[in-house]
Every structure is written in structure tokens, then in C-alpha cells.
């Protein structure tokens, strides 16, 4: 899973520095055709591997049969037994929070570089930092996750990367904020692996692919909602709200996972 992810992490690395070559060009606009090519290509490639199976007959590929539990909530609403989950909710506004103070730091950190620690035309460059953070993070520290337990190693990351958005906060630096942010984003990259695999321990299986399209579709409501509190925040007391922001979301993340159940609840 945290392979997985590293993938987007990649994506995120790149995209910066590839979006920073277009706006210096003067047909910038064929940068759609480049995501509209990348698009097109993930579609055929998922079109290649599922071939358009249904998730019982990928999980019989795989030697995982629907289990009677399965059966027997096929004659009711799994809906209703998905958002009866109390763990399904907590999972959901913590990666809303996640994700959004993932977007916010990712794109508004080069404005606060720029407009609070001086940072010139190559501050876009941060950003790149923090996502490759990112993704060295969701592969380079999986012994970590193994040592630690991965419950206790997400409490370990966000009250370090907490610790040190403090430092981007008060330190004014330009090159140790720089640096601060890359490791932050080596904090964050594997906690959003860890919780996907933590919903597949303490959610029902027949109900998993439920609810983890809940949690992500949840959660990416965060990448449009902590931006727009910014922006908002930013208008009314300037770009310098954007590190109590930050901080009080990852305290707010911090709290939100330790009221997340650490096993499944037994059936009654």
C-alpha cells in the first residue's frame, strides 16, 4: 500500500516542476493535452487489468470468496450497515483533515514563502520538496511503520510534523522552512497507506470496498475545503493564518485518530 501511494507522490513531485516549464512557454495551454493523454492512458490501463469484472469475481481470482456475511447483507442495505460503522465516520473527517492540510501546505506554502521569508521565483521549488517528502516517506519509512505499530507510528509522525511546522512557523528562515516542509511531507506520505490498511482491520470485509470509496470520496471534500478556509483566512488577516491553521488541523488529526477503535468491534 505504501508503494502504492508512493506512485502519487511521484506524480505530485513532478507535477510542479513540469507545470513550472509550461508557464514559461507560450502555448501553455497544451499542458491539458499532456493530462488528457495521461488520462486516457489510465483508463486503458485499468480497462487491461479488470477487464470489466465485477469485485466478487476479482476476489474469487484471488482465492477470496464472498463470505456468508456477504450473502447475507446482499438481501439488505449496505448502506445502512456502512454508515451505522461509528469507525467508518472517524476514518472519514480524518482523512478529510489529512488530505486538506496535505493540499493546503502543498499549494499555499510558496505564497507564505514568498510573501512572509522572501522567497524569489524559485520558491515553487518547496512545493516540489514537501511532495517528494511525500514520496520517499511512503516507502523509506515502511520498517518504521513495521518497528513502531503503524497506530502508534501515525500518533509519531503528525506530533513531529506538528513540531515542526512550528519551526516554518517561527523560525524565519528561508532555507529552514525549505527543509522543515520536505520533512514534513516525509511525516505525512505514510499515514494515508497506514489508515487504508487500518479500515480494512477494523471495517467489515464484505463491506470494505464501500467503505473505503466513502473515506476517499470523504476525504478529497478536504482538498477544496481547508484551501478555501485559507484563502479566506488569508484575505481577512493575510498568508500568515496559514501556519496556526495548519498546526490546529494536525492537532485536530492527532485527536481524531486516537478515537479511532484500534480493532474490529466484536458482533453482538
Request: hydrophobic share 50%.
Amino acid at each position: 500500500m505504501g508503494i502504492l501511494h508512493a506512485v502519487y507522490g511521484a506524480g505530485a513531485f513532478a507535477a510542479p516542476l513540469v507545470a513550472t516549464q509550461f508557464a514559461q512557454q507560450r502555448m501553455w495551454s497544451f499542458h491539458y493535452l499532456i493530462s488528457l493523454g495521461i488520462a486516457f492512458s489510465n483508463t486503458a490501463l485499468l480497462i487491461a487489468v479488470f477487464r470489466f469484472k465485477d469485485q466478487d469475481t476479482c476476489l474469487a481470482e484471488i482465492g477470496q470468496a464472498p463470505s456468508n456475511d456477504a450473502r447475507e447483507s446482499a438481501d439488505g442495505s449496505k448502506y445502512k450497515q456502512m454508515f451505522r460503522l461509528r469507525a467508518l465516520h472517524l476514518l472519514a473527517f480524518f482523512v478529510l483533515i489529512y488530505i486538506g492540510v496535505e493540499v493546503t501546505l502543498g499549494g499555499w506554502i510558496v505564497t507564505y514563502v514568498k510573501e512572509l521569508r522572501g522567497g524569489g521565483p524559485s520558491s515553487g521549488y518547496i512545493a516540489s520538496g514537501f511532495f517528494g517528502g511525500l514520496t520517499v516517506g511512503r516507502i523509506g519509512l515502511l520498517w518504521v511503520n513495521q518497528k513502531v505499530g503503524e497506530r502508534r507510528a501515525v500518533f509519531l509522525y503528525a506530533i513531529i510534523a506538528v513540531g515542526l511546522e512550528l519551526v516554518v512557523w517561527l523560525v524565519p528562515s528561508l532555507i529552514g522552512g525549505g527543509v522543515a516542509i520536505s520533512f514534513v511531507g516525509l511525516l505525512l506520505g505514510p499515514i494515508y497507506p497506514i489508515v487504508i490498511n487500518h479500515a480494512a482491520r477494523v471495517l467489515p470485509p464484505w463491506l470494505l470496498t464501500g467503505c473505503i470509496g466513502w473515506i476517499s470520496g470523504f476525504g478529497q471534500a478536504g482538498s477544496a475545503f481547508l484551501p478555501f478556509v485559507t484563502g479566506a483566512l488569508a484575505s481577512k488577516v493575510g498568508i500568515k493564518g496559514l501556519q496556526p491553521l495548519l498546526v490546529s488541523m494536525m492537532g485536530l488529526m492527532i485527536a481524531l485518530w486516537a478515537l479511532v477503535p484500534s480493532s474490529p468491534r466484536r458482533k453482538e
